[in-house]
């Protein structure tokens, strides 16, 4: 497990090209001690008796105190996937222009094309579709009966594309990948697609530099005990695994971070109908419970 002076070094030599991408990795990789947490080592209990205070910061406790994170380093596909995503957006605002047959080609090779029916008087999209009555197709818009749909073609729709970005056939999701998911997707998607993989064939190395020195700064932030307090572990404990926190305004009970106060300091037609919706959602466990279909999803 590397310090966090040790950090700070690799993150230097490698944003001053002293030291390669390649290298900086496995160097990263080799002092990596699996099961081995950052508070297990000598640097961060220095760090920890110099920042803790005597009290909880939430609730005022002086029992079983620690140094309590309120941000935590993101994972290296997260920091990739945002370079990934951040260079894309410079290449559409590019306006790079992809060769139409190259398109064509792309999509005929990775998807297949399920068109969308229209109806043969009108063209609106979807008409009703029958089980029983004859003719089977019933057109929503001009009530034309017919027993076969008529469609464009794969070329006709990006034939479309190319002329109107915005136009309706251009959102449908006519096109089925050939792989396991088999997604659908409409043309937008699939050109959105083939600029993230441009993007990656040309600049996967500036990409994967850029996200590992991003992985270093938030572990760098994480171990510098920047962004924490000091808490008891009962808050630390609630927040964590949880998701809650103090109510600001009773400082006594707990909350859901997404709600501005406790259940209890709640108005008090808010607080009965709140209670109501608890009650009802146990009695609806309990049955669930007893038919034996409480599952967890």
């Not at 620690?66 to 935590?72: A, D, F, V, Y």
């Not at 002329?163 to 056939?169: F, H, P, T």
């Not at 409409?186 to 441009?198: D, F, M």
């Not at 008891?232 to 009970?253: G, I, Q, S, V």
């Amino acid at each position: 497990m590397l310090s966090y002076k040790e950090l700070v070094e690799l993150r230097e030599k490698l944003s001053k090209e002293e030291i390669t991408l390649n290298n900086a990795v496995e160097f990263y990789k080799k002092n990596y001690e699996k099961g081995k947490r950052s508070w297990h080592t000598t640097d961060w209990r220095e760090k920890r008796k110099e920042i803790i205070k005597d009290k909880c910061e939430i609730c005022g406790s002086t029992k079983t105190l620690t140094i309590q994170h309120r941000s935590h380093p993101r994972k290296y596909h997260e920091c990739l996937k945002e370079v990934k995503n951040k260079y894309t957006e410079y290449f559409i605002i590019s306006d790079m222009p992809i060769d139409k047959c190259e398109f064509f080609e792309y999509i005929l090779k990775d998807y297949d094309y399920n068109p969308i029916p229209l109806c043969p008087e009108c063209k609106s999209k979807n008409p009703n579709k029958r089980m029983r009555k004859k003719p089977q197709y019933l057109c929503r818009n001009c009530h034309l009966e017919f027993d076969e749909p008529v469609n464009k073609t794969a070329d006709e729709i990006i034939d479309i594309f190319y002329l109107d970005y915005d136009a309706s056939e251009c959102h449908d999701k006519c096109f089925v990948s050939k792989d396991k998911w088999n997604k659908k997707q409409n043309l937008r998607q699939i050109k959105y697609k083939i600029q993230r993989e441009k993007v990656e064939n040309n600049s996967s190395e500036k990409i994967e530099k850029e996200a590992f020195l991003l992985y270093l700064d938030d572990n760098i932030k994480y171990l510098s005990l920047e962004d924490t307090i000091t808490a008891c572990r009962k808050c630390a404990f609630n927040c964590d695994m949880k998701k809650l926190e103090l109510c600001p305004k009773c400082k006594n009970y707990y909350k859901g971070i997404q709600y501005p106060t406790c259940i209890q300091c709640l108005p008090e037609d808010k607080r009965k109908i709140a209670l109501e919706k608890i009650e009802a959602g146990k009695e609806w466990h309990a049955m669930h419970k007893a038919l034996g279909i409480d599952l967890i999803i």
